[in-house]
């Protein structure tokens, strides 16, 4: 046990648990504008898959990285653009579309996957472009806090402006307002003249295009191919780690994070004698907890809040 | 009642709805068959024999027949059991998870004891049900007490569970001289004795249409079945009618859980010598398409359930005889989902109709004044 202890308080645990809060953060982030347009997007895992996909096929045929991004990033809005016609246009529970598309997703990257390669499983056989890693210059001498900070992939920096962005997007600009005025009541929006229906597109495919990005991090960050459902239900964890936050960008970013340290907590679990699979449990179970928690802590108080009214109603 | 001798009688709006739900639906399959066309026009070197395979292939034989039906049979049970749970309006997705642990549990019983034919499979689905709806609870508990959304609790619970199962396997089962993960043999006291020679058609599909008129009776005709799809169209007003909401909504998701876990149960008692799965056999999700494709109504869910095995066979013979991948059956059946689930899909064509009609009864109506004016009302 002391070891595992030893391993999670060292700097290599910090960083992966930064690194492996990438993909989860980006799909958040996308879970979160899209939530609060009033829009559950459950087609995150899709979209993930399917641009982890089109962004290696992307870059290994033209051999451009720009090229490779742009593809995942146009599948990504692709997607969530078939999600919000469905959902929006055509009236199809939302829950539904986003199931559909995942079921896709899983099956559909396959018989692409295999119709190119020749392959069910991975795309070994292409050569993809990586994002490249970061060494920040001045951060990565600071003893500790460099080896953390420094040297991550371009995509994790990424991420992390994509927080300060999506925060300032959603809670001091003008199409934020009109997404949160949208989510808060769509009834109430309309009457002062916000077309409800183009806000919630306008949500989804920036919901598409950050989960893009996770979907891109993960064949072209941490890994340099695709390979079959490597999603493994990130996308539903972004759910979680959404809710969790409280419908905040920051919130979401240290809901995702949490949701960091599980999974490198997974990772640094193997080889210590437990049985594997319990050790593969690890981040489920932590979503879990954490949706209950959540779930608790908010219960609580609203009863709280009620208790309180009616207090304040008894003493006039 | 003159307008009536004249023609056909004016259909109702009941009616036309009906008629329209199904041509809808075949609609949908329509063009989600001619998107997969086109797809295997694009990868195919020989599209038209891959086409071909796909379509025909399962009718081809008597025993490919027989297979489409044991193919059904999983999807049939896990349809009732998504129909269910969907019906009181939870999105709960643990039905996946049950069905691995309803399979698990009923070869556990098969290995682990020893007793009479008859008894032995009796037990194992019944104690695999029960472990799958123990599953399909933990969704609903955290949704009635908590709040927390049951589909993602139910999604992550998919996963804790097939890892909580490999690791049962693993540890508990395993039969070292199998040379792969998977249970000793299932003794032939525990199988489920096949019907028909040379096929897994089995007493477990027969024994999965049978539930679609226990499930139909259980849902429609019982006070409780009458409670779910109350609360799962308005659930404030069954709150308001006194209806208990959090035990409707609970013993909803412990109906699901256990078909689906007998599912599991009944298919690795027929058609399987050991218990393997150390992946989620995905019947679960299937689920969702074959209840989608029966409107939640269990007695449409065995034509769902067949369909989806008939494309399910068909691709799997493609996949054989040409070189496109079976995968491209979940193109298929995303698009019928999308389609189906599509509340505006053809709705145009549908007003237009019931305007149309509508005309019609009322100049029927002008030019009969003497026909009671209850005959256009009694149509409506």
């Known amino acids: 046990m002391p070891e595992v202890l030893r391993s999670i308080f060292s700097v290599d645990f910090v960083y992966s648990a930064l690194r492996l809060t990438t993909p989860v953060l980006f799909a958040a982030l996308g879970s979160l504008v899209a939530d609060r347009a009033g829009v559950t997007n459950i087609g995150l895992e899709g979209i993930m898959l399917f641009s982890a996909l089109t962004g290696v096929l992307g870059s290994a045929y033209s051999g451009s990285l720009f090229v490779g991004m742009l593809c995942g990033l146009v599948t990504g809005l692709f997607i969530a653009l078939i999600m919000a016609y469905f959902s929006l246009q055509m009236k199809a529970d939302i829950i539904l579309t986003g199931v559909a598309m995942n079921l896709v997703a899983t099956g559909g990257t396959v018989f692409i996957l295999y119709s190119i390669c020749g392959d069910k499983s991975v795309s070994t056989s292409l050569s993809s472009l990586v994002f490249p890693t970061i060494e920040i210059p001045l951060i990565r001498d600071i003893p500790v806090l460099g080896d953390i900070l420094s040297g991550h992939n371009l995509l994790t920096y990424l991420s992390l402006v994509a927080v300060v962005v999506v925060w300032f997007f959603l809670e001091k600009s003008k199409p934020g307002l009109r997404i949160r005025s949208v989510g808060e009541n769509a009834h109430a929006a309309e009457s002062v003249g916000i077309h409800v229906r183009r806000v919630r597109y306008g949500a989804l495919l920036l919901s598409g295009a950050l989960a893009s990005f996770g979907g891109m991090f993960l064949s072209m960050g941490m890994l340099t191919y695709f390979s079959k459902n490597m999603t493994a239900g990130r996308g539903y964890i972004a759910l979680a780690a959404q809710a969790l936050g409280n419908g905040s960008a920051i919130g979401t970013f240290f809901a995702s994070l949490v949701f960091g340290c599980a999974e490198a907590l997974s990772v640094s679990l193997q080889g210590v004698g437990l049985p594997p699979q319990f050790v593969q449990m690890v981040p489920y179970v932590a979503t879990i907890l954490g949706l209950v928690l959540y779930a608790a802590l908010r219960k609580n108080t609203k009863k709280r809040v009620r208790k309180h009214k009616r207090r304040k109603r008894g003493s006039p | ?380």
């Open chain 2, 1 to 380: 009642m003159k307008h009536r001798t004249k023609d056909r009688p004016l259909p109702t709006n009941r009616q036309i709805e009906t008629r329209f739900t199904l041509i809808r639906t075949l609609v949908a399959v329509g063009i989600a068959l001619a998107g997969c066309l086109i797809l295997i026009l694009v990868v195919s070197e020989e599209p038209w024999d891959a086409f071909v395979a796909f379509l025909i292939g399962p009718l081809e034989s008597g025993k490919n027949i027989a297979t489409v039906f044991e193919t059904a049979a999983p999807l049939v049970y896990s349809g009732l059991a998504v129909s269910v749970m969907f019906s009181c309006n939870q999105f709960n997705m643990a039905g996946e998870g049950a069905l691995y642990i309803g399979g698990l549990v009923a070869s556990a019983v098969a290995v682990k004891l020893s007793l009479p034919i008859v008894v032995h499979p009796i037990l194992a689905l019944l104690l695999g049900g029960v472990a799958g709806a123990v599953v399909c609870a933990v969704p609903g508990i955290l949704k009635i007490k908590l709040g927390a959304t049951e589909i993602v609790s139910s999604l992550m619970l998919n996963y804790i569970v097939l890892y909580l199962g490999v690791y049962i396997l693993n540890y508990f089962l395993i039969d070292p001289a199998a040379g792969f993960p998977a249970t000793e043999r299932l003794p032939e006291s525990a199988q489920l004795p096949t019907l028909i020679p040379r096929t897994h058609f089995h007493v477990g599909t027969i024994l999965a249409f049978v539930l679609c008129a226990v499930v139909y009776l259980y849902l429609y005709k019982s006070k409780q079945g009458y409670a779910i799809r109350m609360v799962g169209q308005n659930e404030k007003f069954a709150r308001y009618s006194g209806i208990g909401v959090g035990g409707t909504i609970l013993s909803a998701q412990l109906a699901g859980g256990f078909l689906a876990g007998m599912g599991g149960a009944s298919e690795v008692l027929g058609s399987y010598t050991r218990f393997q799965w150390v992946a989620l056999p995905g019947y679960g999700f299937d689920g969702v398409i074959v209840a989608t494709l029966a409107g939640n109504n269990p007695l449409l869910v065995p034509l769902g359930a067949l369909f989806l095995g008939y494309l399910r066979v068909g691709a799997d013979i493609m996949s054989r005889r040409s070189d496109v991948a079976t995968e491209v059956l979940s193109i298929v059946q995303g698009t019928i989902i999308l389609l189906v689930a599509s509340k505006l899909f053809l709705q145009h064509i549908k007003h237009k109709y019931i305007v149309s009609v509508a005309e019609k009864r009322e100049s029927l109506a002008a030019a009969a004044p003497e026909a009671a004016p209850e005959g256009g009302e009694a149509n409506a």
